[in-house]
């Protein structure tokens, strides 16, 4: 959802930017929250607990729900993170194809340019990061659960089974590794996203008084600009 979102904020289409809004963000998110709740439902009527471990049931429903699991968890989001991440890309090429560089004469007159906003700059940076690091932890996870579809009715030897279960084991671990990285992505890709770190730091922890992001000032063209 914030790969859209993003696709929809670098969009020149107005009616699209509308999309991006915290309003529509909130909604996707109780909305989003409900929705999977309810799809999981039937982890209470098809699981089984066996010797201490929680695992779905073996046969048919076994096979469909690897499938299952391995196009929701790892296809289906690895497609549309990359889908939405190179339509942004390109919102953002051709926006700066629009922009007339700074100093651009037309008709004897000095047009003053100006360049996509940096704080988007920076947010586009920091969802690309996101999702080359999503793309890298989550494939692992969906590969293993395909490969356990395909094998769930051969007969395998302890060592092979007692070696599937901790590579299966790994993958889901890598996949809590990528949410716990998303904070540390965010403080390396990010000046903005540090300084407002730091900022709510200073101010709900030790309760000091905010310092200026910038300062405005006008030059002799009565160009304001933010230092």
Same mark, same amino acid.
Request: glycine fraction near 6%.
């Given at each position: 959802?914030?790969?859209?979102?993003?696709?929809?904020?670098?969009?020149?289409?107005?009616?699209? &930017?509308?999309?991006?809004?915290?309003?529509? +963000?909130?909604?996707?998110?109780? $909305?989003?929250?409900?929705?999977?709740?309810?799809?999981?439902?039937?982890?209470?009527?098809?699981?089984?607990?066996?010797?201490?471990?929680?695992?779905?049931? @073996?046969?048919?429903? $076994?096979?469909?729900?690897?499938?299952?699991?391995?196009?929701?968890?790892?296809?289906?989001?690895?497609?549309?993170?990359?889908?939405?991440?190179?339509?942004?890309?390109?919102?953002?090429?051709?926006?700066?194809?629009?922009?007339?560089?700074?100093?651009?004469?037309?008709?004897?007159?000095?047009?003053?340019? @100006?360049?996509?906003?940096?704080?988007?700059?920076?947010?586009?940076?920091?969802? +690309?990061?996101?999702?080359?690091?999503?793309?890298?932890?989550?494939?692992?996870?969906?590969?293993?659960?395909?490969? &356990? +579809?395909?094998?769930?009715?051969?007969?395998?030897?302890?060592?092979?089974?007692?070696?599937?279960?901790?590579?299966?084991?790994?993958?889901?671990?890598?996949?809590?590794?990528?949410?716990?990285?998303?904070?540390?992505?965010?403080?390396?890709?990010?000046?903005?996203? &540090?300084?407002?770190?730091?900022?709510?730091?200073?101010?709900?922890?030790?309760?000091?008084?905010?310092?200026?992001? $910038?300062?405005?000032? &006008?030059?002799?063209?009565?160009?304001?600009?933010?230092?």
């Amino acid at each position: 959802m914030a790969s859209i979102d993003r696709y929809f904020a670098s969009s020149r289409s107005a009616l699209r &930017r509308q999309w991006s809004s915290p309003k529509i +963000a909130r909604r996707l998110i109780i $909305g989003s929250a409900i929705f999977w709740c309810v799809i999981y439902i039937q982890v209470i009527i098809f699981y089984n607990i066996s010797t201490g471990s929680c695992w779905f049931q @073996s046969g048919a429903y $076994g096979v469909f729900f690897s499938i299952y699991i391995a196009i929701e968890s790892g296809i289906l989001p690895i497609l549309l993170l990359f889908i939405f991440g190179l339509l942004t890309a390109n919102n953002v090429h051709k926006t700066r194809q629009r922009i007339e560089p700074i100093g651009t004469v037309h008709d004897g007159r000095h047009i003053q340019g @100006s360049k996509t906003s940096r704080k988007d700059a920076q947010l586009h940076k920091m969802l +690309a990061n996101q999702i080359f690091v999503f793309i890298i932890l989550n494939m692992p996870n969906p590969c293993y659960l395909v490969y &356990r +579809a395909i094998t769930i009715k051969t007969s395998k030897s302890v060592l092979r089974s007692t070696t599937e279960e901790f590579v299966g084991n790994m993958t889901y671990a890598l996949i809590y590794l990528g949410f716990s990285l998303t904070f540390i992505n965010f403080i390396m890709s990010s000046d903005m996203f &540090r300084k407002e770190f730091l900022q709510l730091i200073r101010t709900k922890i030790f309760r000091q008084h905010p310092i200026p992001v $910038g300062t405005v000032r &006008r030059d002799n063209n009565n160009n304001y600009q933010i230092k």
